[in-house]
């Protein structure tokens, strides 16, 4: 069991975006079970900019307000969601497209404040319920999941995508999470991919200066990752999203020590 995890900033470019489906396709075609996971924070972005809402973010979250959440839901579980759906499909593969919220997938509690900042509908996630996607697996759909999750009471959280694909390979017992970005990899101080790491030196490039971004947050999902048991995670580049995909070979390989 494969967790890819496609990064927002490279499902906006058409032809990183087209290779990564197709990367994803071909691995399916061939027989092997995967889940896709997805966000698209870039599209939310230009959403907000159309209709005039101002973006807000705190340590690379979004600080959510109601009418934010409305447009991260109608553009995550609507355009984003479906349009992948379709290519997955015109590319051959059965997909069906869903949020952690439907068969409550994923359960989130509302974020604790950060530096006295409330962050409105954003999501911890919780629990991972793994009913509904090895439903689908079963009868050979490819899951698709938005980062959207269930909070308290029926309320609907957003969620970060690296740590729900984190989450979800964990509770499946993946023996491989991907990261499909727009970087070639995890990159060191001089700009250089650093092919393999550990936990400790992952905590320790967190800890200096040469992390920024979504890399954080994405580098922290890998950790988790491996803290749960899953045996290969690797954040791949353009360039090598494929042998990522076949191999776990790709930009950087994070194993557990
Ligand atoms: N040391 C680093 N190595 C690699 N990327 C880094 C580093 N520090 C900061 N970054 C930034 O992190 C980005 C990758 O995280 P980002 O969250 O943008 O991508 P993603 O998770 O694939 O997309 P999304 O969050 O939209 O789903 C890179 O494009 C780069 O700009
Ligand atoms: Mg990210």
Redesign the pocket.
């Known amino acids: 069991m494969t967790v890819v995890?496609?990064?927002?900033?490279?499902?906006e470019r058409q032809e990183l975006r087209a290779a990564a489906l197709k990367a994803v396709c071909d691995r399916w075609g061939s027989g092997a079970s995967l889940l896709v996971v997805?966000?698209?924070?870039?599209r939310v972005d230009a959403m907000m900019a159309e209709l005039g809402i101002p973006r807000k973010t705190h340590q690379g979250l979004r600080v959510t307000d109601h009418r934010t959440m409305e447009v991260v839901l109608s553009v995550l579980t609507g355009f984003v969601n479906k349009s992948l759906v379709a290519e997955v499909c015109g590319l051959g593969a059965r997909a069906a497209g869903f949020c952690g919220a439907d068969g409550a997938t994923l359960r989130a509690e509302f974020h604790p404040m950060l530096d006295g900042v409330d962050l409105g509908y954003v999501g911890r996630v919780m629990g991972v319920d793994v009913m509904l996607v090895r439903a689908l697996l079963k009868e050979r759909l490819l899951p698709v999941i938005a980062s959207v999750a269930l909070g308290p009471g029926g309320v609907l959280l957003n969620i970060?995508?690296?740590a729900a694909a984190s989450a979800l390979a964990v509770s499946l017992k993946a023996r491989r999470l991907v990261?499909?970005?727009?970087?070639e990899?995890?990159?060191?101080s001089r700009g250089q991919v650093v092919p393999r790491l550990g936990p400790d030196e992952a905590r320790n490039?967190l800890r200096g200066g040469?992390?920024?971004?979504?890399?954080?947050?994405?580098l922290g999902a890998c950790l988790e990752a491996l803290a749960g048991g899953v045996a290969e995670v690797v954040i791949a580049g353009p360039q090598r999203h494929a042998t990522a995909l076949r191999r776990g070979n790709g930009g950087t390989r994070l194993v557990a020590a």
């Open positions: 995890k496609l990064g927002g900033s490279l499902l997805h966000g698209g924070g870039k970060n995508a690296d990261f499909l970005t727009d970087v990899g995890l990159l060191d490039l040469a992390v920024g971004g979504g890399m954080r947050p994405k």
